[in-house]
């Protein structure tokens, strides 16, 4: 027997993990559990979360210039 963690959504079934091993058909048993998953916060959502504990708001100026060889877009003007 084996067992292997996963979620469940609009009626599939995804596991964590790869079922290593497994051919052919094989008879499985499911439990779900009466808890949700947690999704992971997105890095967007991160960012937005820092800035808005931040004192003020950062600025341009805040982030020097990578010299990549081309003109950093305005985001204001455009």
Do not use: N
Request: hydrophobic letters at 35%.
């Amino acid at each position: 027997m084996q067992v292997y963690e996963g979620y469940t959504e609009k009626g599939m079934v995804y596991p964590h993990m790869p079922l290593a091993g497994i051919q052919g058909r094989r008879r499985v048993i499911i439990t779900v559990l009466d808890e949700t998953v947690k999704e992971k916060p997105s890095t967007w959502y991160k960012l937005d979360k820092i800035v808005s504990e931040m004192d003020e708001l950062p600025r341009i100026e805040d982030f020097p210039r990578c010299k990549i060889g081309r003109t950093p877009i305005d985001f204001e003007t455009v």
